[in-house]
């Protein structure tokens, strides 16, 4: 159960939104989202029960990376607002108690860049020139792999003004800065003492492991990066109390554990290979994917902690897969050949899993348990669907559906004039599937989303706790424990769309009556024998085994309700004790 919990871990018991602020809500009637909008809508992220927001990058930019190609460090792009509009909503998040997590983007700029324009300009060999990578050809690294596989031929591209190559690890308007530069250090801990020193709490230290480039090698997970990294947490601790270094590194567990360094590197790091498995053990109906990924994941000592996700901003990545688990990714969640980019597949979760209620809420029910933080994408709480027909990975930041007034209550503006066309198709328009709708209806998928949320958050030992998974006798389901410091949870999970049933040894637990933490049910009380349970299609349950060998105190038999409109849980103080 949830105690007093320490500031400076606020991360372990954090639930992550992840939103652009572009596609959230504009404020001011010009067809972008904004920050007055956005400030407008964080009583409603209170109300969803997450504890912390991660925005994309809102910085002056050309926007031909969505805001990833930053053409000043310092600044809010002029569609999103003003420093003052960015410092008001962040002083009303932490008002409601909500953390701000932020984008730093540290291995390349935008061409439009002041430091590359005068890069290009500057004679070869100067202080200005090496800010950014140069050849005479486009031979060197020859062994690093090229990421934007459907947009770049080359990691390098001919500047006629320099006349020479410069290296990009993403698009060709994203040259790359030169980390063996200490300049290009300074600056960007200028750009780190800026953000954090208005009272952002936590950095997403956005492509990490791309940092430096070494003839014959993969160019990734250098020793040098992880030598920069530890002297960004050394500047960061120095300066600044409770902050959090989130790192995206896109890697195999063990190369992405690295980055927490020996806990003087990054506090948290996104664990990519989970996910894809979450997806195709659903579809096999194998908890065998899960299991296995997770039990080639190093545990992690308390400070750290890995952020788990189902889908994000960018695609579905395959890229931590073997290519027979990408062929079937493709074959069971891609046929339209439209659905795939680069080695990834550009959806949302509702039309992954075919808009199929019981999917959604297991997926969810598996990322909110297993050892991590979750991070929520925006409009995935309420089913939101995508639009495979515009570029890039744009299908999937289609602007928010509050309700069904015009531009789903996104904007004022023309419809015409939005940054990108809300989804209007006939199974996830905004004119049915919208905030306002699903909080008018006890059932929706938003109501179910808040309860569990604030399940998790009742328990510190979803954050914090270890894990250990269970021989089940039925490969179809997944169970596991979360062991915690004044609790022990079990979770169960049918991965089928048949009912199932299973035996489980929990002799340990004897004279133990589990409750079901979503919904407080109390459950036969454990035996010595094998403890049976039954499941309907993709059911499960987070059982609490309590330590006090007593129903915990939040449990209220009377009330056994399993969906609860917004603002009630079953601890609210207005339902009866
Ligand atoms: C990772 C970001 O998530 C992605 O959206 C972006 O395109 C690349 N970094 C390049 O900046």
């Known amino acids: 159960m949830s105690t007093d919990k320490p500031a400076e871990r606020w991360y372990k018991d954090a639930v ?7 596609a959230f809500h504009d404020g001011k009637g010009d067809g972008v989202g904004d920050f007055v ?8 992220l209170q109300d969803l029960g997450v504890s912390a927001l991660w925005l994309l990058p809102f910085y002056p930019s050309p ?5 990833y190609d930053i053409s000043d460090y310092f600044d809010v792009h002029p569609s999103y607002g003003t ?14 108690g909500l953390k701000v997590i932020t984008e730093l983007v540290l291995n390349h700029t935008s ?6 324009q005068r890069a290009r300009r500057a004679p070869p060999g100067s202080r200005e020139r090496d800010f950014y990578v140069w050849s005479d050809s486009p031979s060197k690294y020859a062994e690093a792999r090229v990421i934007f596989k459907d947009f770049e031929s080359s990691n390098w591209t001919w500047d006629p003004v320099a006349k020479a190559y410069y290296w990009h690890r993403f698009y060709s308007h994203q040259p790359d800065l030169n980390f063996d530069n200490p300049a290009v250090l300074r600056h960007l801990l200028k750009a780190v003492d800026f953000w954090l020193g208005l009272g952002v709490d936590g950095l997403r230290l956005d492509a990490i492991p791309y940092l430096f480039e070494r003839e ?3 160019c990734e997970n250098l020793p040098e990066t992880h030598a920069f990294l530890k002297e960004l947490r050394r500047h960061v601790d120095a300066r600044f109390k409770d902050r959090m270094l989130l790192a995206e590194a896109n890697q195999w567990p063990e190369d992405a554990a690295a980055y927490f360094g020996s806990g003087d590197e990054c506090h948290m790091a996104f664990h990519f290979p989970i996910m894809p498995r979450l997806f195709s053990a659903l579809h096999m109906e194998d908890c065998f994917p899960i299991v296995d990924i997770l039990k080639q994941t190093p545990a992690l000592p308390d400070a750290l902690q890995w952020a788990l996700f189902l889908r ?19 074959r069971v969640y891609a046929m339209d050949p439209r659905a795939r980019i680069n080695l990834g597949i550009r959806r949302r979760l509702a039309p992954l899993l075919g808009n199929h209620r019981r999917k959604i809420e297991l997926i969810n029910g598996l990322l909110f348990s297993l050892p991590g933080t979750p991070v929520l994408y925006y409009g995935d709480e309420i089913g939101m669907g995508d639009n495979i027909y515009l570029g890039d990975r744009n299908g999937v930041r289609t602007p928010m559906q509050w309700s069904a007034d015009r531009n789903g209550g996104f904007s004022q503006a023309d419809a015409a004039r939005l940054y990108a066309p809300v989804n209007a198709d006939s199974v996830y328009g905004y004119q049915g599937l919208n905030v306002e709708a699903q909080e008018q209806q006890p059932c929706s998928l938003l109501n179910w989303m808040r ?9 510190d030992t979803f954050g914090r706790g270890s894990t250990e998974f269970l021989d089940a006798d039925n490969r179809r389901v997944l169970a596991y424990f979360r062991h915690g410091a004044d609790d022990d949870i079990l979770v169960v999970a049918n991965l089928s769309q048949k009912a199932q049933a299973v035996e489980l040894a929990l002799g340990r637990y004897a004279g133990i009556q589990p409750v079901e933490i979503v919904g407080g049910t109390l459950f036969p009380r454990i035996g010595v024998g094998p403890y049976a349970l039954s499941f309907g299609p993709y059911g499960f349950y987070w059982f609490s085994l309590g330590c006090g060998r007593r129903p915990p105190a939040w449990r209220n038999p009377e009330v056994q309700v399993p969906f609860l409109p917004k603002g009630t849980s079953p601890e609210s103080p207005g339902l009866p004790a």
């Open 63 to 67: 926007l031909r990376d969505d805001g």
């Open 451 to 459: 309860q569990l949320v604030a399940a998790r958050r009742r328990h």
């Open 111 to 116: 061409d439009q860049h002041a430091l590359f």
């Open 312 to 330: 994000n901003h960018d695609e579905l990545t395959l890229e931590m897969v073997t290519d027979e688990e990408r062929d079937y990714m493709y």
């Open 16 to 22: 992550i939104y992840e939103l652009h602020v572009r």
């Open 83 to 96: 420093l003052s509009e960015f410092k008001r909503f962040l002083r009303e998040a932490h008002r409601r």
């Open 216 to 218: 014959g090698s993969s």
């Open 37 to 44: 909008g956005l400030t407008r809508k964080l009583d409603y």
